[in-house]
Nanobody, 125 residues
Framework: VQLQASGGGLVQAGGSLRLSCAAS????????MGWFRQAPGNEREFVAG????????SYADSVKGRFTISRDSAKTTVYLQMNSLKPEDTAVYYC???????????????????WGQGTQVTVSS
C-alpha cells in the first residue's frame, strides 16, 4: 500500500488543521491505520489509531479530547482532525498502515509496515 499525507501547515495556537492520508491498494480497507509525529530531537511517537472498520480508535493522552481520527466510508482516506492546537504539537506528522489484521491498535511505530512521507505541522504561540 502507498500512503500520501497532506494538510499540514502553519497555524496559531488554539487553531485547527485536518490532515489527510490517501491510500492506494486493494487491501487498504482491511488495514489498521495510525498517525505518528516526530519533533526534532525526539523519537517518533504514536498520536492516534483507527481499526479497519472504524469502530475502534486509540489516542495518545497528550491529544485526547483535541484530536479525532476517522476514515471515510470507502476506507481509502484517513483523517486526523486537530483542534485546540498547542506549540508542543509542532512536528512532522506521518500516517502509517498495519496490515497484520490484529484486533488491537498498535502503539509502536515498529508494528506498522507502510508509511507516508510526512507533513509538517507548525503551531506558533
Amino acid at each position: 500500500v502507498q500512503l500520501q499525507a497532506s494538510g499540514g501547515g502553519l497555524v496559531q495556537a488554539g487553531g485547527s488543521l485536518r490532515l489527510s492520508c490517501a491510500a492506494s491498494g486493494r487491501t487498504f480497507r482491511t488495514y489498521t491505520m495510525g498517525w505518528f509525529r516526530q519533533a526534532p530531537g525526539n523519537e517518533r511517537e504514536f498520536v492516534a489509531g483507527i481499526s479497519w472498520s472504524g469502530s475502534r480508535t486509540s489516542y495518545a493522552d497528550s491529544v485526547k479530547g483535541r484530536f479525532t481520527i476517522s476514515r471515510d466510508s470507502a476506507k481509502t482516506t484517513v483523517y486526523l482532525q486537530m483542534n485546540s492546537l498547542k506549540p508542543e504539537d509542532t512536528a512532522v506528522y506521518y500516517c502509517a498502515a498495519d496490515s497484520r489484521g490484529f484486533a488491537s491498535i498498535p502503539l509502536s511505530a515498529a508494528q506498522y509496515g507502510s508509511w507516508g512521507q510526512g507533513t509538517q505541522v507548525t503551531v506558533s504561540s
